[in-house]
């Protein structure tokens, strides 16, 4: 079996060691080796990263208890290797884990409430506890008690208890039975079965923020950050306040009162606006159909408008049609092509079979009636093309009459 070093010192990056079993797992190469500093993904902590002489560790799985080292290529020649362990995720993990022990444990002593489950992912770390809900108010001071218990930099010990000095200790977890637990003890505060990497000091795992918080699985589930990543977070959250604060000339306590007053503003002029379109429909109706020629006693509309919704399309040609026996072709371009026809209502004309025999030609989506169809098509220069084919043929066909 693999001994594991990085339980004697998670400060530990290089070491020596010898390839014990090499083997294929999904085309990759994964070795064995005699000890490694290497943590594979165990106990809701990812694994580290590092290179093995000079090639990189992707991945490090724990299987029938051997520690599987997944590299970048195989390995060849002597079995002797040079371990190293990428210190920055290393630390990060150390960091994520210590923390998320203090806030467990600050749970307990606030609120009486277990972790049933933490995950400490690449992006996010999040403890699950047994609560019906959970307030800002609780949030803001289970941080406090947390960083307060960071700001006292009290030890980190490593235990080995036998059964019954284990039986004694106030394990905030109960530990696999039969077996010499590792407990990881923060002094004078959580006691705790874990196998992972921690801080030797509470001090080292830096700031302890809770994010966010809400209901998973009849549980409460609260995200966090600790350390490195809570200061990152810090950073972003500052440059955005900072760019709000600048872009709209406004200060820190002032921002939620200026985006309440630009919402309601936006909302006027969407009222506005959208009064505007109608009168302008109104007068865009009235100008196509007097300009428009007639074939037959029916006058034939036709125009392309840029950027203009399938609504508007609509109810412009609705407005057209009202003003006597019309065919009205429609269209608009920009990052939608649209169309809308319709006609009168009394006239002997199917539209939805000139759209029909043109449906391939310019790959056409939609339908309607044979007094009124509406679409889309992927090209601007296929819609074009569609409604000038398409007045001619109707043009043809209203001259047949
Ligand atoms: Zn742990």
Redesign the pocket.
């Known amino acids: 079996m693999t001994k594991r070093l990085y339980r004697e010192d998670p400060y530990r990056t290089e070491f020596e060691s010898q390839i014990i079993e090499r083997l294929e797992i999904d085309g990759k190469t994964g070795l064995i080796l005699e000890e490694t500093l290497f943590y594979p993904t165990s106990g809701g902590q990812l694994h580290d990263t590092g290179l093995i002489n000079d090639v990189k560790v992707i991945d490090v799985i724990e299987k029938d208890r051997k520690i599987i080292h997944i590299v970048e290529k195989n390995i060849i020649g002597e079995s002797g290797i040079t371990g190293k362990v990428d210190w920055n995720r290393r630390f990060d993990h150390m960091q994520q884990?210590t923390g998320q022990?203090i806030l467990s444990q600050s749970l307990i002593r606030l609120f009486n409430t277990a972790t049933v489950s933490s995950y400490l992912g690449n992006d996010f770390s999040t403890i699950d506890i047994e609560k019906e809900s959970f307030s800002e108010v609780e949030a803001n001071t289970a941080e406090i008690e947390a960083n307060n218990w960071v700001f006292k930099n009290v030890l980190v010990n490593i235990l080995y208890p036998d059964e019954t000095e284990a039986l004694n200790m106030p394990l905030r977890k109960t530990p696999p039975p039969g077996k010499r637990t590792r407990i990881?003890n923060i002094e004078g505060y959580d006691h705790?079965p874990?196998g992972?990497t921690?801080c030797s000091r509470t001090g080292e795992v830096g700031i302890i923020k809770i994010l966010k918080w809400g209901r998973m699985r009849g549980n409460i589930r609260l995200d966090f950050y600790c350390g490195q990543r809570a200061l990152a977070d810090y950073r972003n959250k500052n440059c955005l306040i900072n760019t709000i604060k600048s872009d709209f000339s406004v200060n820190e306590d002032g921002i939620i009162e200026k985006l309440t007053k630009l919402e309601e503003e936006n909302k006027d002029l969407r009222k506005f606006n959208s009064e505007l379109n109608l009168k302008l429909i109104d007068s865009k109706a009235v100008e196509l159909y007097s300009e428009a020629d007639s074939v037959n006693n029916v006058k034939i509309i036709h125009s392309v408008f840029e950027d203009l919704e399938i609504k508007n399309l609509q109810n412009i040609a609705k407005k057209i049609a009202e003003n006597g026996d019309s065919v009205v072709i429609l269209g608009s371009s920009g990052d939608k092509p649209s169309f809308v026809f319709l006609h009168s209502g009394n006239i002997d004309l199917n539209l939805q079979k000139i759209l029909n025999n043109q449906r391939e030609q310019f790959d056409i989506k939609g339908g309607g009636s044979s007094s009124m169809v509406q679409g889309g098509l992927q090209e601007n220069s296929a819609l074009l093309d569609f409604i000038k084919a398409s007045v001619d043929i109707i043009y043809k066909e209203l001259q047949s009459l």
Do not use: L
Request: charged share 0%.
């Open positions: 884990h022990h990881v705790s874990c992972g921690h």
